[in-house]
């Protein structure tokens, strides 16, 4: 199993910067694919960006040149630095992990098995 716990939401105006922090225990050796999701009131779920195992980034569209997702593996710690946010950025936003797939790029739900319990991103225009 695999614990996951997300730090570092918060409110901030349009243009501004967060960066939200996952912290990874368990067994990590094997869920190597780690990825961040968000969820706006009265939407679907929806990958934001995932590091895979060997390094490969992949982004959703709307967050392009915005966000980073970025691991730092001794500390078992996934980032996503998320920079010129914008109020369509508001969501709860989950970090969630997989041990394989065969395009995870595509950030399908179903794919991870762990998933952490969220933080709030509220971004005021």
């Known amino acids: 199993q695999v614990q996951l716990v997300e730090s570092g939401g918060g409110s901030v105006q349009t243009g501004g910067s967060l960066r939200l922090s996952c912290a990874a225990s368990g067994d990590t050796k094997r869920y190597v694919n780690m990825a961040w999701f968000r969820q706006a009131p009265g939407k679907e779920r929806e990958g934001v960006a995932i590091?895979?195992?060997?390094?490969?980034?992949t982004y959703a569209d709307s967050v392009k040149g915005r966000f980073t997702i970025s691991q730092d593996t001794a500390k078992k710690t996934l980032y996503l630095q998320m920079s010129r946010l914008k109020p369509e950025d508001t969501a709860m936003y989950y970090c969630?992990?997989?041990?394989?797939?065969?395009?995870?790029?595509?950030?399908?739900?179903?794919?991870?098995?762990?998933w952490g319990q969220g933080t709030q991103v509220t971004v005021s225009s």
């Open positions: 590091i895979e195992g060997d390094g490969r980034t």
């Open positions: 969630a992990a997989a041990s394989m797939g065969l395009r995870l790029d595509l950030m399908i739900e179903s794919d991870f098995a762990y």
